[in-house]
């Protein structure tokens, strides 16, 4: 339900790893349990447990499932190849994916948990200017492309797709890009992402 969590488990699919996933309830607050700070003292989710190494933010766990379990189409092993998916997984976590969660927070989050208030059109605004901003910097980058880097799928692709998950529930303005919309419909095919696809009870789905 989690896109940052969602990233995780699309690349350990990829990599044809079997990962035991244990449900944090954010809704009943289970990540801000003294248990659970202590593994995660980020109090978010999702974190990895690799028989006693832990470790917390999406991104890293990807880049380390991806070196434990080495896969040079994924993630490079060259030098100058893996700089280059490297660029877009910070870009995804830095730019990207925290103006999605800007728009969702407010259009999805906000609802399920409620009494936090009506969305707060400043905030959306705000989100939205930066997503069209990146949005529109993809897009081109994707022109004549098919995937992100490499010419080929890699990490780059599943980190960036994941916030997209929330495109209908958090509306967010993305349908504009042509080569933005093609490329995530491509992603949406793989098999690892449609496994991923979990839908629960009511299809909730958080930020
Ligand atoms: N930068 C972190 C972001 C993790 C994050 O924000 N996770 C959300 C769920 S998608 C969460 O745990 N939210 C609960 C909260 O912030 O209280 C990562 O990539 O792992």
Redesign the pocket.
Known sequence: M????RRVVVTSLLLGLKIDLVP?D?LKGE??AADYLRMNP?????LLDDDGFRL????A?MQYLADRYPNDALYPLGVQERADVNRWLFWS?YHF?PSV?RISRERISKKMVGGAGGPDPVEIERGEAELVKAAQLLDDHLAGKEWIAQGRLTLADVAIAAPLMHTVAAQLPVKRYANLQSWFGRVKTLNAWRAAEIQPPGGRS??
């Open positions: 989690s896109s940052n969590s944090v954010l990540h801000r980020n109090g978010k989710v999702p917390w933010e999406s991104h766990i976590a994916t969660g958080v930020p």
